[in-house]
């Protein structure tokens, strides 16, 4: 449709390009041929050449101006018929487009009428297909109907033999309901027991939630003790060989331990005949400490009986010069023997090494298990401070004691650790000498 338009459109604007270049050939024959024949009608009569120029040029003027106006006429009423044309053209493409459009709407309701066509086409056969069907169901029915008479018999028998056996469900139902009591029963009981367990379960909860810290603390001291793995491992070796070193030590000093024995003997001898001379001495000390003991009331009563003399007798001057007690030189020894007892109260040397290789945290253990019944939770807080594990701690501490004093100080079977009773004294002596010098 637009092809057409446009080349209407053309073909009306190249008309009037034809029609002007003709209408101007026209007009100048017209205006040669006025011209001319005003000219010559006017010059003939008085041969005024002027004169018939003049009229010929008024005839052209005149002619032009008549040409002009009946050609604006035909340009007015060719404009008129053109756009009556192009509205008529107009008005067969709209209806030529009408015509397509319905033709498509045709096309299309045709198709639409084709398919519906074969659609019943095919519901007819579908139809057809289920009637043959239908008809080979109502012969099957018909069979069947015979078998479910046949089997309605048999349900009504089936029937008869249910009512005799729901009478003995419902006696086997009523012994189930006594039975259901009596499990009631054993239920209330078990709830009960439930009930008592309650607390030992919540024991085990938090049991649980102490091993849950636990295991966190061992993943955090896992690098330490592979560590310390490895470096028992190279421990491990350097003690093989020591060990082999050892064997052959062993070996050689086996030659020896019998010149040994026969020599140990000999000193087992002379051991118990010191012991005896020993004894003897003791005794002799008994004895003479006895002695003391009489001399010193006697040495007291002449004392004092000395001083009420010298108190009547000799002037004050001389009292300082007095010798209270002459027996000096023989209380000195014992004064001696006194202070050594006396002095096994302090600190061996083994323990002053013990007390500087042990850290803080480990003594505020030590402290803890000597003054407290049941130190685990100050033992546990400890350990968590210094990333660790009670039991590492007094693995720590054993070990120091087992490196410096060659035995263990803290008993580690039984449930509450506890100290070793023949190192009591050291280790109260160690804690009060550490608290002094703290």
């Known amino acids: 449709m637009t092809l057409i338009t446009n080349n209407t459109n053309n073909l009306s604007t190249i008309k009037p390009r034809k029609v002007q270049s003709t209408i101007f050939n026209y007009q100048v024959v017209l205006g040669i041929a006025a011209f001319s024949i005003s ?3 006017s010059l003939v009569p008085s041969w005024d050449f002027p004169k018939a120029f003049l009229t010929g040029i008024i005839t052209v003027l005149a002619t032009y101006a008549a040409a002009f106006l009946v050609d604006k ?25 009408r015509i397509v459009r319905e033709i498509q709407q045709l096309e299309e309701y045709r198709n639409l009428l084709y398919t519906e066509t074969q659609q019943l086409e095919n519901q007819i056969g579908d139809c057809r297909s289920q009637r043959d069907s239908l008809h080979r169901d109502i012969g099957t029915f018909a069979a069947q109907k015979k078998q479910i008479e046949a089997e309605v ?7 008869v033999h249910l009512e005799n056996s729901n009478i ?5 139902c009523n012994n189930l309901i006594t039975e259901k009591r009596r499990l009631e029963i054993n239920c209330h009981a078990s709830h009960a027991e439930l009930n008592q367990i309650q607390p030992q379960i919540d024991i085990l909860k938090q049991e649980k939630q102490e091993l849950g810290n636990d295991v966190i603390l061992l993943e955090r001291l896992k690098p330490q003790l592979e560590e310390k793995l490895y470096e028992l491992r190279i421990e491990v070796q350097t003690q093989e060989l020591k060990i082999a070193k050892q064997d052959d030590l ?4 086996s030659t020896t331990k019998y010149h040994l024995e026969t020599i140990l003997n000999s000193l087992q001898n002379k051991t118990l005949e010191q012991k005896s001379e020993v004894n003897q001495l003791q005794n002799q000390i008994s004895v003479l400490q006895d002695e003391r003991d009489l001399l010193q009331n006697q040495v007291w009563e002449l004392l004092q009986q000395v001083e009420t003399i010298n108190s009547q007798t000799f002037p004050d001057n001389e009292e300082d010069n007095l010798e209270l007690f002459p027996f000096d030189e ?8 006194n202070g050594k007892h006396d002095h096994t109260g302090n600190l061996p040397t083994e323990w002053d090494t013990f007390l500087n290789h042990l850290p803080a945290y480990e003594i505020q253990v030590l402290k803890a298990i000597l003054e ?3 130190p ?6 400890i350990a968590e401070a210094n990333i660790t594990m009670p039991n590492l701690l007094i693995d720590a501490i054993n070990e120091i004691a087992s490196n410096t004093i060659g035995e263990l100080i803290i008993e580690t079977n039984t449930e509450v650790p506890e100290i070793v009773e023949e190192h009591l004294l050291n280790v109260k002596t160690m804690i009060t000498k550490y608290s002094e010098i703290s």
Not at 168 to 172: A, C, D, Q, V
Not at 250 to 253: D, L, N, P, R
Not at 376 to 381: E, G, H
């Open 168 to 172: 003995e469900l419902n006696n086997s």
């Open 372 to 374: 407290q019944d049941n």
């Open 153 to 159: 018999c048999n349900l009504k028998n089936e029937f």
């Open 330 to 337: 023989l209380l000195e020894p014992l004064d001696s023997i």
């Open 73 to 97: 006429r035909r340009r007015n009423d060719e404009l008129r018929m053109i756009g009556s044309l192009q509205r008529r053209i107009r008005d067969i493409e709209g209806l030529k487009s």
């Open 250 to 253: 062993i070996v050689q000093t």
């Open 376 to 381: 685990r939770d100050t033992i546990k807080q």
């Open 39 to 41: 000219f010559g009608l």
